[in-house]
Every structure is written in structure tokens, then in C-alpha cells.
């Protein structure tokens, strides 16, 4: 079946633009992660979604930051007033209730210029 | 919060050698490790993981073995081959926990 899928690929701005970056979860999955992936770096939480609960924000770097996911499926993250240092990769993945597995997207390359 | 640390940071390693990476983690809860294989410009995958009821666990080439005392979980690659090159990320979540925190990546390179 379909796997995670992220757009755009590729994402170049200039510093002070808002940018969106959608994640689409393989379908009945009912968690989905942001994850942050800088240059040679491990991978950074960002956000977590479970279903109907409150998402879990506690990763979010700053106010600049925030993440919706609509109707337990497709999710965005917004970056506002977008900095040098939000360069990333930014990668989402999905899972279902009973498992650990998180399956990864192809990400979203984040150029801040 | 949780702390993963993971070495080495780069590896190379003769076709048929074997790969040992060690990843050490801070919060005693912790009791699920996964590893994840991210080859250049792909993402990240699942290719072992390990619970804390278990010492070891083996598929075919990989293995990781967890010391809960020690706190530090490894992943072993016997056999190496080319296409074992790849980014390799260490994980610790607490089972019920909302989010995993990834090593730094080790990255493989087999020498053919």
C-alpha cells in the first residue's frame, strides 16, 4: 500500500517567509510524528499526534512553530518568520495504535536563504 | 528527559567484516530501542528493534543486545556488505511514551 508521503520535497525560502509542509500518514494510522533532521544530525522531535487527544508540542523549538493535523489524517506544519537555522530536513512518520514502528516519510528539505 | 548518546560517529569496515555500533542511554525507564537504516537521500527504516524483557535479539545478519544494568544497547552487523552502507540511527522510548529520542547516526561505509 501507499507509504507516508510528504510535499514538497524540496522547499526554498527566503528568511522572514511562513512556509507549510504537509505530511499524508498511511492511511488508518493513528499517530503521527514531526521530526527535524539538521545536517549530519540525529533526528529532533518536534510533535506528536494521537488520535483525538491534545498533541503532545514538547518538542517544538519555538512559538514560531506549530503543527495541525485535520481530521486524524493529513498534517501540517507551519514555520513562521522563518530563520537560517530552521534549514532541515523535516520528516514525518506514522503509526498505528498497538505498534512501535513509526514509518518514516521521504521528508521535506527546508532552505531558509 | 531522555538522553541517547551514539558511537561511532563514522565506521568503515572490509566487505565481510562485521560492524558493532553502541548506543547508551540516561533514562532507566526507557524499554523499547529500535534501530532505523537511513540509506543517502532515503528515509528512515525500521530494521531491528529490541524490548527491555530480552538480552538479544537476532535477524539473520543483525543483532542488538541490550545491558540494562550498564544502561547501552549495540547493534551488530556480521558479513557486511556494500549495501549495509547507510546512516544507522540507535532510539529509546519508555512503551506508552509519545516520542523516541535518536542517537546522532553512525555512518557505515562497507569497503568493497
Known amino acids: 500500500g501507499a507509504g507516508v508521503s510528504q510535499s514538497p520535497s524540496n522547499k526554498v525560502t527566503e528568511k522572514g517567509k511562513d512556509v507549510e509542509l504537509r505530511c499524508d500518514p498511511i492511511?488508518?494510522?493513528?499517530?503521527l510524528y514531526w521530526y527535524r533532521q539538521s545536517l549530519g544530525q540525529g533526528l529532533e522531535f518536534l510533535i506528536y499526534?494521537?488520535?483525538?487527544?491534545?498533541?503532545?508540542k514538547s518538542g517544538l523549538p519555538s512559538d514560531r512553530f506549530s503543527a495541525e493535523r485535520t481530521g486524524g489524517s493529513v498534517s501540517t506544519l507551519t514555520i513562521q518568520r522563518t530563520q537560517q537555522e530552521d534549514s532541515a530536513v523535516y520528516l514525518c512518520?506514522?503509526?498505528?495504535?498497538?505498534?512501535?514502528?513509526?514509518?518514516f516519510g521521504p521528508g521535506t528539505r527546508l532552505t531558509v536563504t | 528527559g531522555e538522553n541517547v548518546e551514539q558511537h561511532p560517529s563514522t565506521l568503515s569496515v572490509q566487505e565481510g567484516d562485521s560492524a558493532v555500533i553502541k548506543c547508551t542511554y540516561s533514562?532507566?525507564?526507557?524499554?523499547?530501542f529500535p534501530w532505523y537504516k537511513q540509506e543517502l537521500g532515503k528515509r528512515p527504516q525500521l530494521i531491528i528493534d529490541?524490548?527491555?524483557?530480552?538480552g538479544e535479539k537476532k535477524d539473520q545478519r543483525i543483532a542488538v543486545t541490550l545491558n540494562k544494568t550498564a544502561k547501552h544497547f549495540s547493534l551488530h552487523i556480521t558479513e557486511t556488505q556494500p549495501e549495509d552502507s547507510a546512516v544507522y540511527f540507535c532510539?529509546?522510548?519508555?512503551?506508552?511514551?509519545?516520542?523516541?529520542?535518536f542517537g546522532t547516526g553512525t555512518r557505515l561505509t562497507v569497503i568493497p
Open positions: 512518520a506514522s503509526t498505528w495504535g498497538g505498534s512501535y514502528e513509526q514509518y
Open positions: 529490541i524490548r527491555s524483557n530480552v
Open positions: 492511511s488508518g494510522h493513528t499517530a
Open positions: 532510539a529509546a522510548s519508555t512503551e506508552g511514551a509519545n516520542n523516541l529520542f
Open positions: 499526534f494521537q488520535g483525538n487527544s491534545a498533541p503532545d
Open positions: 533514562d532507566s525507564a526507557s524499554n523499547y
